[in-house]
């Protein structure tokens, strides 16, 4: 069974808006980013919604698309409330992976397992404690707890995607990365030629490889034999800085 229509059209219109706001971004076109940075967001939710994914995934992307219109606006209270969006995703993002990743892993013992996990948990803890660490004297000072605060969220978040596997591992480390990339522009350290564009791509590759990721595992889960990606036709389940975020 190939993937019906309306997916197909929602997920074009998605990669067609990510691929036209990069493109802005690469033209320095502030007015091209303001009208195709907030359509992202709700396109894949409505891919989600259409595929009959968990409504909280789609509560997680509308919850990131909050975050990146507040970030549009170069002011810190609406840095802090679209960090404060973003949480509120993580969060989110947190009670689908204990959900589906605890049936995951009821499938994988042994000492191997065990073993990946506890390297997981180093790796994450020290990537968490060396990167405030380093940050936190360039951080403005009333920055400082709101963005160690968020660290701690994100890192969890990404640590927990690793439980689905290797798609939802891999979107939890880019959104690390991404946000990393931000919080380096706020603290005002040497950046990579177009930030911006960085923070882009590696968030959009982030939301979208969750998604897809919480996709398979509710549909598998659930037994509705829908196709999750319309990219891979043959393929069907058998029931997923300058400026922060590019926000300039």
Not at 128 to 146: E, F, H, I, K, N
Not at 224 to 243: F, I, M
Request: proline share 6%; net charge neutral.
């Amino acid at each position: 069974m190939t993937a019906r229509p309306a997916p197909r059209l929602l997920l074009g219109a998605f990669a067609l808006a990510a691929l036209a706001d990069l493109v802005a971004l690469l033209a320095d076109s502030d007015y091209g980013h303001a009208v195709f940075k907030p359509l992202l967001m709700p396109l894949l939710a409505a891919y989600v919604g259409v595929q009959r994914g968990p409504r909280l995934l789609i509560v997680a992307l509308l919850l990131g698309w909050g975050g990146d219109t507040l970030l549009l606006f170069d002011a810190e209270p609406a840095f802090l409330a679209g960090m404060g969006s973003f949480a509120a995703g993580h969060i989110c993002y947190l009670v689908l992976f204990k959900r589906y990743g605890d049936t995951e892993r009821s499938a994988r013992v042994g000492g191997s397992s065990h073993a990946r996990g506890a390297a997981l948990v180093a790796a994450y803890a020290l990537a968490l404690v060396g990167t405030v660490a380093l940050l936190w004297p360039d951080l403005p000072s009333d920055m400082r707890g709101p963005v160690a605060g968020y660290s701690v969220l994100l890192t969890a978040m990404a640590f927990r995607a690793t439980a689905l596997g290797l798609t939802a591992g891999l979107g939890g480390a880019l959104f690390l990365l991404s946000d990393t990339l931000i919080a380096t522009g706020v603290a005002e350290w040497p950046q990579l030629p177009r930030p911006d564009f960085a923070i882009m791509l590696t968030y959009l590759a982030a939301q979208y490889l969750l998604a897809r990721a919480l996709l398979l595992a509710d549909h598998q889960r659930i037994g509705t034999g829908t196709a999750v990606n319309s990219a891979d036709s043959a393929t069907t389940t058998p029931s997923a800085a300058t400026s922060p975020r590019a926000g300039t």
